[in-house]
């Protein structure tokens, strides 16, 4: 039953999804949303997935393989790490990504980005990575390395794709569209490595205050909504072999 609740879903409310080669010729940024630990290794916290998940691997695996292309070209990075104070509580989560923990850092797979010249990381304390990068003199560090990079197009990938992922692009795309992010034109969310999490009904009615997400459902929702504010959405992302 609820696979086809889902199939129909995907018919009433289609996300098209074209392909996206990156030959160089338009300034490109990758950005990461909270590939972190406490998201996406098994065990690692509250809000890390219980046994391995298929969708969290997928979006890590091909996060890697993206970061990999772009540094190896030198092109401008920027990953987002949630990382929370302990007394300062993210309601309705439970504690989770306590800023000095592991929870808080990259998964292994992409430590090795700590120690790479090209790239910006960003611990944030909120949901909203475009919040999260402001600073108490006003300014914005995302909106910073768009300009000092002068970056046309951002591919978007991470994790949640209905929350953190989500958030971040509609604020981005406000932000674009009032023309705060010049020269910033498009941005672009690689559906294949965005993920989040899953809770069957079931559980979320045996836990207090928890509520129902199917990963699948909230995952199309999530690119659903994101194509509705104005991104565009990619399934496939290739590099060109000139570059």
Request: charged share 20%.
């Amino acid at each position: 039953m609820a696979s086809n609740t889902i199939d129909l879903l995907k018919q009433e409310l289609p996300v098209e999804q074209d392909s996206l080669l990156l030959n160089g010729d338009v300034k490109t940024g990758l950005v990461l949303v909270d590939i972190v630990n406490g998201f996406c290794t098994v065990g690692a916290g509250n809000l890390a997935p219980k046994q391995p998940d298929k969708q969290i691997s997928t979006m890590v695996e091909e996060s890697v393989r993206l970061a990999r292309a772009f540094c190896d070209k030198k092109w401008p990075v920027f990953a987002f790490l949630d990382s929370h104070h302990p007394d300062i509580p993210e309601h309705p989560y439970p504690p989770h990504c306590i800023a000095g923990t592991d929870e808080a850092r990259l998964v292994p797979e992409l430590q090795w980005l700590e120690n790479e010249a090209n790239v910006t990381l960003k611990c944030k304390d909120c949901i909203d990575g475009f919040l999260g990068c402001m600073e108490k003199d006003g300014s914005n560090v995302f909106v910073d390395w768009i300009k000092n990079n002068q970056i046309k197009v951002i591919l978007v990938v991470g994790i949640c794709t209905d929350i953190c992922v989500l958030d971040f692009v509609c604020s981005a795309l406000s932000a674009r569209n009032r023309g705060f992010l010049a020269p910033l034109e498009d941005l672009i969310v690689f559906s294949r490595a965005c993920a989040t999490f899953d809770i069957s009904l079931h559980v979320a009615r045996a836990v207090k205050d928890a509520i129902a997400h199917p990963q699948e459902l909230m995952h199309h929702i999530g690119l659903y909504m994101a194509k509705g504010r104005g991104a565009k959405v990619v399934s496939e992302v290739f590099f060109s072999a000139l570059q």
